[in-house]
């Protein structure tokens, strides 16, 4: 078992940053892929960045490449999204997610989910 929450969103305006982090505990965390999606109103959740549990090849969705950066810190058992350049239509529920498998993870399929946090990206 894996209990995930995300702290860090709030409200910021159009080229601010935030940096979002999620606290894991539980056993075996290091052996999960990590994901962050997001889920915007009226809109279905989608991935927004995943990483492996080894840490390598991060994959990002187009539209945040170059502004946002996902990395693990294992000792503190936390994954962070550090979100440059934001624009309003960033503004979303953000979750983390953690999956055994990283294939599955990308294709949205989590096996364990935090809660949540609201950003919202002011023009």
């Known amino acids: 078992q894996v209990q995930l929450v995300e702290s860090g969103g709030g409200l910021v305006q159009a080229g601010g940053s935030l940096r979002l982090s999620c606290s894991a505990s539980g056993s075996n965390f290091m052996s999960y892929a990590l994901g962050w999606f997001r889920q915007a109103p009226g809109k279905e959740r989608e991935l927004v960045a995943a990483?492996?549990?080894?840490?390598?090849?991060?994959f990002y969705i187009d539209s945040v490449k170059g502004r946002f950066t996902v990395s693990r810190d294992n000792a503190k058992n936390t994954v962070y999204l550090q979100m440059n350049s934001l624009k309003p239509e960033d503004t979303a529920v953000y979750y983390c997610?953690?999956?055994?498998?990283?294939?599955?993870?990308?294709?949205?399929?989590?096996?364990?989910w935090g809660q949540g946090t609201q950003v919202t990206v002011s023009s």
């Open positions: 990483m492996p549990w080894s840490g390598g090849n991060v």
């Open positions: 997610a953690a999956g055994r498998a990283f294939g599955t993870l990308v294709g949205g399929i989590g096996d364990y």
